[in-house]
């Protein structure tokens, strides 16, 4: 017998619907790469889809296009994913930080159709214009007075004159919820990018479990400013939870400096932010060497890659600002795990608190995981024994675009390509990439766990720690600093530093300093490149 409840289909149009209707008056807020403040509601934003959405159609948009974009987090950016996806067209977010010829294969592989950009990456897109094969219009993120004077990008469009053509009426259409909605490719740091394809239905149960308060606790009573990029897996689906929730936003832009963001933070009464430890970084360098605070800002969500403990602390004892610890990937739309206290933790000491901030937290409902051995047996939970992390759940993906890299699903779970541990409350915490592990005499080294240490000395701005040759154990650990400006450290006082903090063995055997730390178009650190350039170095111990 089936249940005799209403079937509306999950689509992502429906959140957008929501905030006009429940939360018209409520603010969005941009910085412009025009230079100034934009202000405008969930109101003007439905309108405007809409518009767009109409625009679009009678241009000839289909089913199933791939749209792309090249974007800042921004208003109009927020219009496009729903505009884009509302009209069962496809929203491929791509990462301008990535290298032209890298933009041009996925321009190409994804076959988009249209591109829109933010005037800041108008070089880019002159660059590859000529060489892309399918897009058949760019689309500048400006008004008339700021379009581009005498550029040679065939088909140029400017973005408020395709707003001003579409009629504000325009009905979402209703369709199947598993439509292909969003385009993700991952970074490709060492093959080419692989796409994944989210739907409507994975991304509005994402969007829902991403809401509760054992997640990003979000609400009506929120200001929301997430600094994770929108072409950085949908910022974390923070433009989805904030019209379902009703919360105020606040777009950074392109100004993502520590001052920009501290005056965004106290003009707008920010109380959420989102983005991972090296923007943060900033952020906290310019608080402190201007003995600044927080008026509103209540918690901020980290993740992308580890969160040294001693940014967790800073954030909580100096600031009071809680620190939401999250883990995820572009293949789990992408939130897999956030920590958040039990009940029972309420009890726990500050310190105590601390330490278990620095895991990567338990698992959104909708998503489930497990820890394996190399023969594939589930390794316990007991916090100390590590295996390959695997997941599985409603917003994980079960292949990539176009099927490239074959079925990457092992007996029905995702193998993330990390290394991980689990606790009996069922707190994971990761302990390094597979490929970055460093593997002495046979036994495993967490490289995140020598990081940090590191991090935590106050001359240590940033530190990588990578597998040097080794010829007894294999390899070693070399860790490789980069010094606050104007603070000293030497090699010595370093290795001194771990005493007491990790298993002797594990002491790295060496530090090298170096003027900066290789990182990727995500803001992570890019192990790979200092494993190249160190590739021929020789340990004292060897
Ligand atoms: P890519 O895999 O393309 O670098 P993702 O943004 O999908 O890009 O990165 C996912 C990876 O980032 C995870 O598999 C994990 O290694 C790392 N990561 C994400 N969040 C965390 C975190 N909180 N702690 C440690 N590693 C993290």
């Not at 679009?56 to 749209?67: C, H, Q, V």
Request: overall charge negative.
């Amino acid at each position: 017998m089936l249940g005799s409840m209403m079937q509306m289909p999950l689509l992502i149009s429906s959140l957008l619907m929501h905030a006009e209707r429940h939360h018209p008056e409520q603010e969005i807020v941009s910085r412009r790469v025009e230079g100034d403040l934009h202000r405008t509601t969930y109101r003007e934003l439905a309108g405007r889809a809409r518009r767009m959405a109409n625009a679009l159609t009678a241009r000839g948009l289909k089913m199933s296009d791939r749209i792309g974009t090249l974007a800042w987090n921004g208003y109009r950016h927020l219009e496009l994913y729903y505009a884009v996806s509302g009209s069962g067209a496809v929203l491929h977010t791509i990462n301008p930080r990535l290298h032209p010829d890298q933009i041009v294969y996925l321009a190409d592989h994804a076959e988009n159709t249209i591109l829109f950009f933010d005037l800041t990456f108008l070089p880019i897109v002159e660059a590859i214009a000529p060489r892309v094969k399918t897009i058949k219009a760019f689309v500048a993120m400006t008004d008339a007075a700021h379009m581009p004077a005498g550029s040679a990008i065939p088909n140029l469009l400017c973005y408020e004159d395709l707003i001003a053509e579409g009629a504000p009426e325009f009905d979402w259409p209703q369709f199947d919820e598993n439509t292909a909605s969003s385009l993700c490719y991952t970074s490709g740091t060492t093959d080419n990018p692989k796409g994944a394809l989210y739907s409507h239905r994975s991304t509005l149960l994402h969007t829902l479990s991403a809401a509760l308060p054992d997640a990003l606790n979000c609400s009506a009573g929120d200001c929301i400013l997430p600094v994770v990029p929108m072409f950085h897996v949908n910022a974390w689906g923070i433009p989805y939870v904030a019209c379902m929730v009703g919360a105020k936003l606040v777009f950074p832009g392109a100004g993502l400096d520590g001052k920009s963001l501290h005056d965004l933070f106290e003009a707008e009464g920010v109380t959420m932010a989102a983005g991972v430890p090296t923007v943060w970084q900033g952020l906290l360098a310019h608080m402190q060497a201007n003995n600044l605070g927080f008026s509103t800002m209540r918690r901020t969500v980290i993740g992308g890659s580890a969160c040294p403990p001693a940014m967790i602390e800073a954030f909580e004892k100096t600031y009071k600002v809680h620190v939401v610890h999250a883990w995820g990937m572009t293949e789990l739309s992408p939130l897999g795990t956030i920590c958040s206290f039990k009940f029972k933790h309420k009890e726990l000491s500050v310190d105590q608190q601390l330490a278990l901030q620095a895991r990567q937290g338990r698992v959104l409902f909708g998503i489930d995981m497990k820890i394996v051995a190399p023969d594939g047996g589930e390794v316990a939970w007991d916090g100390l024994q590590t295996g390959d992390l695997q997941v599985r759940g409603h917003w994980v993906i079960d292949g990539y675009f176009k099927g490239e890299g074959n079925n990457p699903l092992v007996r029905g779970w995702f193998p993330t390509g990390d290394v991980a541990k689990i606790d009996a409350d069922g707190y994971m915490q990761i302990t390094d990439r597979s490929k970055d592990v460093i593997k002495s005499g046979g036994e495993w080294i967490g490289s995140i766990d020598l990081e940090n240490i590191a991090m935590a000395h106050p001359a240590v701005a940033m530190a990588a720690c990578i597998a040097a040759r080794h010829p007894k154990w294999d390899e070693r650990p070399l860790l490789v600093v980069m010094k606050k400006p104007g603070m000293d450290v030497t090699r010595d006082e370093l290795i001194k530093f771990y005493e007491g903090r990790v298993a002797r063995w594990w002491t790295p055997d060496d530090v090298v300093f170096v003027d900066s730390i290789p990182l990727g178009a995500t803001g992570k650190m890019q192990k790979n490149k200092l494993r190249e350039q160190f590739r021929d170095y020789k340990l004292p111990t060897a």
